[in-house]
């Protein structure tokens, strides 16, 4: 079965970095573009990032561009987002999730858990 289990979270302090990690499973990473959404406390889900297959294609929120990247390592069926210049508005659980073709769509079939960041003094 699909699997996506996030790690990587913490609390930093503002200007501070972390790296997130999304191990995936039960399913061919590769064939996939994977995906960055975060929610903030009492809000509403904010897209962050997404990737595509091979790792050459990205994309980023206005939000976090310049300061967050993406990444993937296939060979590990591992996504990464690399976190930097945190601001204490980026205080959000971090989810990584599948991209599925639907149509001339998609959505977003599968999440993982989520990984809590905390950015604080």
């Known amino acids: 079965q699909v699997q996506l289990v996030e790690s990587g979270g913490g609390l930093v302090q503002p200007g501070g970095s972390l790296r997130l990690s999304c191990a995936a499973s039960?399913?061919?990473?590769?064939?996939?573009?994977m995906n960055w959404v975060r929610q903030a406390p009492g809000k509403g889900l904010e897209w962050v990032s997404i990737?595509?297959?091979?790792?050459?294609?990205?994309s980023y929120a206005d939000s976090v561009k310049g300061r967050f990247t993406i990444s993937r390592d296939n060979a590990k069926s591992t996504l990464y987002l690399q976190v930097n210049s945190l601001k204490p508005e980026d205080t959000a659980v971090y989810y990584c999730?599948?991209?599925?073709?639907?149509?001339?769509?998609?959505?977003?079939?599968?999440w993982g858990q989520g990984t809590q960041v905390t950015v604080s003094s």
């Open positions: 039960g399913f061919t990473f590769s064939n996939y573009w």
């Open positions: 990737i595509n297959g091979g790792g050459g294609s990205t």
């Open positions: 999730a599948r991209w599925a073709v639907v149509g001339r769509g998609g959505l977003l079939d599968y």
